[in-house]
């Protein structure tokens, strides 16, 4: 069974910065995904097997960063310059693929974390 653990969630105002994990049972393609009241989930970031290759959504490109320690088998996602509409449930997702695979379609990933809320105050 693989596990997905989602960390760092939290309240923040406008203009800070947060940091999340997602520690897997094993190496996988990763990406972020996340949901905001009323909304359907949406793709965030994702990086490959190896972790040399990412692709962002337009809305968080040159704000987010994605990093993968394959040692560690984690994901970080770091999140600057914050603004209230980023302000969702955060999803840490796996996928089984070949190294160089990225994927940012939601049906792709086999593996889902719970989620962590991430708040931004205006």
């Known amino acids: 069974q693989v596990q997905l653990v989602e960390s760092g969630g939290g309240l923040v105002q406008a203009g800070g910065s947060l940091r999340l994990s997602c520690a897997a049972s094993?190496?996988?393609?990763m990406g972020w995904f996340r949901q905001a009241p009323g909304k359907e989930r949406e793709f965030v970031v994702t990086?490959?097997?190896?972790?040399?290759?990412?692709r962002y959504a337009d809305s968080v490109k040159g704000r987010f960063t994605i990093s993968k320690d394959n040692a560690k088998n984690t994901v970080y996602l770091q999140m600057n310059s914050l603004k209230p509409e980023d302000t969702a449930l955060y999803y840490c997702a796996a996928r089984r693929a070949p190294y160089y695979s990225i994927s940012v379609a939601e049906d792709d990933y086999n593996y889902w974390g719970q989620g962590t809320q991430v708040t931004v105050s205006s």
């Open positions: 990086i490959n097997w190896v972790g040399d290759s990412t």
């Open positions: 094993g190496r996988y393609a």
